[in-house]
């Protein structure tokens, strides 16, 4: 089992910058297979969840989806098991509730499907106010 703790976020006018944090525990995701992936999805009220940001475990490739490519950053503290999201130039449309989420059977090609990830951290909301 994986545990999954987000923190961070908060509420942030347009143009601002938040960090959010998410520590992963109870397994070492350096002994899961190497195709362990953390992500960051969001869900906006009414709308389904979708994929923000992924990093390969091994090897530390980020991927970002083309909403949020170029202002925000991925990355991690590989002996923490934390990962980051450095998020900056914030929209509005970035309001949402952004989960943690980690899996050792995720590919490239799959890393942006919601359902094939098992493991979720509890969430936190992000507000960005116009």
């Known amino acids: 089992q994986v545990r999954l703790v987000e923190s961070g976020g908060g509420l942030v006018q347009t143009g601002g910058s938040l960090r959010l944090s998410c520590a992963a525990s109870?397994?070492?995701?350096?002994?899961?297979?190497?195709?362990?992936?953390m992500a960051w999805f969001r869900q906006a009220p009414g709308k389904e969840r979708e994929f923000v940001a992924a990093?390969?475990?091994?090897?530390?490739?980020?991927f970002y989806a083309d909403s949020v490519k170029g202002r925000f950053t991925f990355s991690r503290d590989y002996a923490k098991q934390t990962v980051y999201l450095q998020m900056d130039s914030l929209k509005p449309e970035d309001t949402a509730v952004y989960y943690c989420?980690?899996?050792?059977?995720?590919?490239?090609?799959?890393?942006?499907?919601?359902?094939?990830?098992?493991?979720w951290g509890q969430g936190t909301q992000v507000t960005v106010s116009s």
């Open positions: 109870g397994r070492s995701l350096s002994a899961l297979f190497s195709n362990t992936f």
């Open positions: 989420a980690v899996d050792s059977s995720i590919t490239t090609a799959t890393m942006r499907q919601v359902e094939l990830y098992d493991y």
């Open positions: 990093i390969k475990w091994s090897g530390g490739s980020t």
